[in-house]
């Protein structure tokens, strides 16, 4: 974007580069103007500006005596000044002037006692009254307007000036990248669900022959530094077109308009070079749901732009030469539902913190240009930075390379890579965004429970992946499972095995750590869910029998519902609920205990790997003369369709 910059400025002229200096000038030639015009024809006409004549502060009592003293000839007498003109021969006398002392009475009566002529005069601060009365707030108004618009000016690159202030030419930064997929190392599932793009993008017309849409939005999401920027460059990269990036926050200035303006050029020029992708990276900025307006009421710039944002995407066609929208962001869950929908941004790509084996890939593309010492050793880097992002390993290679420079070093020995992952975990742990090992620790134990829980009870959905990479803020690791396709129905032991894989966890804890955590809470809301419903909703308990205690708005779990019911009843639903969850989590404690080997297995392997597939669990389980539950019904090339089942 810099070298964009630079070139603007000498062209720019003397308004543009010296506001400041222009108002000064502008200032002082009014006031230099008006000065001169009110001293001379003005209202005091008490010649004032005769060159002659001079002027002497006095106090009033001097002034007083000047005129009991018949020393003065003419007399003004202004709201707060009274000057007196000194008897003279000729024109060259002296002004007293003195500041009034009010009431004086006495005044007017000395005056007539003496025959000195007096007049009452308007003050003649007319000058200095302009100039703090409106000049100089204007003059204010100005400067603080110019020094913004300068700044403004600044921060979008250069260009425009006051005239310009929604010309986005410089906050656009347009290049042809030649960085490719393999510069971004990992993330496998990302780069194939993107690949397709890169088709689109290179022959359209095989699509568009057929009548198909070419998609015009896709949401990259994923935690801050994992390569989400990089992923879209290279599917440019890849496509060989124009890669056109923007901040989200850079469309939101201080005046309503501009961000859809900029929205405007922004498109426009993209399909000047279509085919290209526009990036927007943090596009929360500006697609944070309209509904949640802050507290400053409703945010009209930002609507404004999401607004110009969602007609330009409706607006454009892909079908010649398509612009193709990638976004980033990091909390899809605030943006407005507006954006997610069919032709705009409805396709979704997780990207993801890397897991060990990624981590190893991401080292290695990152260390191609260090010369490496022999000793070094990246699985242990590896090992040594569970739960980063591909950036922070960026950094921990230049970090390392950094401390060898610094020693004189010819190579970059092991120990630099320690410490350069010291420093860049203690610099996290401030921003806490690693986990510790006792904290990992904890997760590969529940995280196993909730696996070996889910094979080996009838009923319960089978193990596609387990992890401890953490996701996001909330969960620190997860079980996905394999939900059967077309099902519509659950049958009671499948909601008890339910409940029971959801108990795993808890149950995990307590037997493999001996102490309880809170990493449970989702789980045990769920499970208590579940056995509400069963009681109230769908006929499975004792306590109504079929009676329905709950007439539900929404047919989900966990959706609003009516209650219907008495005290008693109430009574009676909290134990049942109660009785069961007891009756389950033994159950459970139960099983792993019988299981402990493969647990203890499982937890190691994890705490290694961090990524277990459902496979190795089941493999685990046999090998440690476990009884995995095969599903009737299960078909072998399901397809494998994910539920996250949170820590
Ligand atoms: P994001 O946009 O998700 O915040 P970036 O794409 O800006 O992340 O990543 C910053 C830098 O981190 C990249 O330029 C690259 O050097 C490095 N990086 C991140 N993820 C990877 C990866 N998977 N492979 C290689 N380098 C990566
Ligand atoms: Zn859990």
Redesign the pocket.
């Given at each position: 974007m810099n070298n964009q910059d630079n070139n603007n400025n000498q062209g720019g002229n003397f308004f543009n580069n010296n506001p400041l200096l222009v108002f000064v000038i502008f200032a002082v030639v009014v006031i230099v103007i008006f000065k001169t015009f009110f001293s001379q024809g003005g209202l005091d006409n008490f010649s004032l500006s005769n060159s002659s004549t001079s002027t002497r502060n006095v106090s009033y009592s001097k002034l007083k005596s000047l005129i009991k003293n018949k020393q003065v000839d003419y007399v003004t007498i202004g709201n707060t000044k009274i000057k007196g003109m000194e008897k003279s021969l000729n024109s060259r006398g002296t002004v007293y002037v003195a500041r009034r002392v009010i009431p004086d009475l006495s005044l007017i009566p000395d005056l007539e006692k003496s025959k000195i002529s007096y007049s009452g005069v308007s003050e003649d601060n007319v000058v200095s009254d302009m100039l703090f009365g409106w000049i100089l707030p204007i003059f204010i108004f100005f400067a603080i307007w110019m020094f913004l618009a300068k700044k403004m000016q600044k921060s979008m690159g250069g260009g425009g000036g006051l005239l310009g202030i929604g010309s986005s030419k410089k906050m656009i930064n347009s290049e042809k990248p030649n960085v490719n997929f393999d510069?971004?190392?990992?993330?496998k599932e990302a780069k194939e669900e993107v690949a397709e793009i890169v088709d689109f993008l290179r022959s359209p017309q095989r699509y568009v022959k057929l009548g198909a849409q070419i998609p015009k939005g896709v949401l990259l999401v994923?935690p801050?530094?994992?390569?989400?920027?990089?992923l879209a460059k290279a599917v440019a990269g890849e496509a060989e077109v124009q890669f056109l990036s923007v901040t989200g926050s850079s469309f939101i200035e201080m005046f309503v308009g501009v961000g859809a303006s900029r929205v405007r050029d922004l498109f426009e020029q993209a399909k000047k070079v279509a085919p290209s992708i526009i990036f927007i990276?943090e596009i929360d900025a500006i697609g944070k749901s309209r509904a949640s307006g802050g507290p400053m009421g409703g945010n009209d710039e930002r609507e404004q732009t999401l607004n110009q944002l969602l007609a330009e995407m409706d607006g454009f066609s892909s079908d010649g030469a398509p612009v193709i929208v990638l976004a980033?962001t990091n909390r899809p869950e605030v943006l407005d539902p507006a954006l997610l929908r069919p032709g705009r941004f409805d396709r979704q790509v997780l990207?993801d913190k890397?897991d060990y084996e990624g981590r190893i890939e991401?080292l290695k593309?990152?260390i191609k240009d260090v010369k490496l010492a022999k000793d070094v050793v990246l699985e242990e880097v590896a090992r040594m930075t569970a739960g980063l992002?591909?950036?922070d390993l960026?950094n921990i290679i230049n970090e390392a390379a950094l401390l060898a420079g610094r020693e004189n070093k010819d190579e970059v020995a092991h120990v630099d890579f320690k410490e350069a992952v010291e420093r860049q975990i203690a610099g996290l742990e401030k921003k806490s965004r690693r986990i510790s090992e006792k904290e990992r620790k904890i997760v590969a134990f529940h995280e196993s429970g909730h696996a070996l829980i889910a094979e080996v009870t009838k009923g319960a959905k089978k193990v596609n992946k387990v992890s401890i990479v953490p996701r996001g803020l909330a969960a620190l690791g997860y079980t996905l499972n394999t939900p059967e396709e077309n099902k519509y129905l659950m049958q009671k032991h499948e909601l008890i095995a339910e409940i029971d894989v959801l108990l795993g966890g808890r149950a995990a804890e307590k037997v493999f750590i001996n102490e309880i955590s809170t990493g449970a809470g989702n789980d045990l809301e769920r499970a208590t869910d579940i056995i509400k419903s069963m009681a109230c909703v769908y006929g499975m308990s004792d306590i109504a029998g079929l009676m329905v205690l709950e007439k539900r708005t929404n047919q989900f779990i966990g959706g609003q519902s009516q209650k219907d019911y008495s005290e008693q009843t109430a009574k009676e639903l909290d134990s049942f609920i109660k009785n069961t969850l007891d009756e389950r989590y033994l159950h459970v404690l139960e099983t792993l205990e019988e299981n402990s080997k493969s647990i203890n297995e499982m937890a190691g392997e994890l705490l290694e790997t961090e990524v277990i597939s459902g496979e190795r669990v089941r493999e685990i389980i046999k090998a440690n003369g476990g009884s995995v539950f095969e599903d009737e019904d299960l078909h072998s090339e399901k397809k494998e369709k994910e539920e996250d089942k949170k820590v």
């Open positions: 510069d971004m190392a990992g993330n994923g801050p530094g994992t390569g989400k920027t990089l990276d980033a990207v890397p991401i593309v990152h992002a591909g950036a960026a």
